[in-house]
């Protein structure tokens, strides 16, 4: 089944974590966490947005920053910053720092107490490295935390998000939500992704961001009805 047009009152939802992760890199996570967090924060809920964990520069926290509406500072958002544009364990070595999943889960479990909301996005995909002994799924099964998967609507985007979904363990696989993100120009099998998604047992919370026209900001993009009701029905 797909998601797009039902009506929910995010003000009386209960304390949840949401962690956001992707079939890759660039793929949108930042956009969909700013786009859940002002959409929450304007609603009454008490919600803010973590990277903890990020290499190379540090433009994707900035971006959830701004979206918190100073909630949380920069440091909070973003505990675990390294220089080189690689996976975070790698640039972290070269800092001859480390990073371990203990710290990095002591964190969260803070602001889980601070915020009724918390929205988490990892780095890079499911199973990339973020420090020493942990991924993202790691994080995801210790908090636990909800999984949205994300990935541009493109052609091969079935077998990706198929393959994320089945690298996470059942508990958390039945919790999971996958965004479709429309692409600028959109391909043969756009418009069949979704449906065809919905077909398989494990995929069947599946939501479309419409393509934005290139737009990053958050309030902007709050004023189109087709994004706020995709948004609503995701953190049901």
Not at 6 to 21: H, L, P, S, W, Y
Not at 42 to 61: H, T
Not at 205 to 233: A, N
């Amino acid at each position: 089944m797909v998601w797009r047009y039902f009506r929910f009152d995010v003000a009386g939802m209960k304390r949840t974590t949401f962690f956001i992760t992707g079939t890759d890199t660039g793929v949108g996570k930042t956009l969909l966490a700013a786009l859940l967090t002002r959409h929450l924060r304007k609603r009454g809920v008490n919600a803010a947005s973590l990277k903890p964990v990020c290499s190379g520069d540090r433009a994707d926290a900035r971006v959830l920053h701004a979206a918190s509406a100073g909630a949380l500072t920069l440091d909070e958002i973003n505990p675990w910053h390294f220089r080189a544009p690689i996976a975070p364990r790698l640039a972290a070595r070269r800092e001859r720092k480390r990073v371990v999943l203990a710290d990095v889960l002591l964190h969260v479990r803070a602001m889980q107490k601070r915020f009724d909301v918390v929205l988490i996005e990892g780095a890079g995909g499911l199973l990339s490295p973020l420090g020493e002994d942990f991924d993202s799924r790691d994080l995801i099964v210790a908090l636990p935390a909800t999984p949205i998967v994300v990935c541009p609507n493109r052609l091969g985007a079935v077998n990706q998000i198929l393959l994320t979904l089945a690298a996470l363990p059942r508990s958390a696989s039945g919790r999971a939500r996958a965004v479709l993100m429309s692409p600028s120009k959109p391909d043969a099998s756009t418009s069949t992704n979704a449906g065809l998604l919905a077909e398989f047992p494990g995929a069947r919370k599946i939501f479309c961001l419409p393509w934005l026209g290139g737009c990053f900001d958050p309030e902007k993009v709050l004023k189109d009805s087709r994004v706020r009701r995709m948004l609503r029905v995701l953190v049901k």
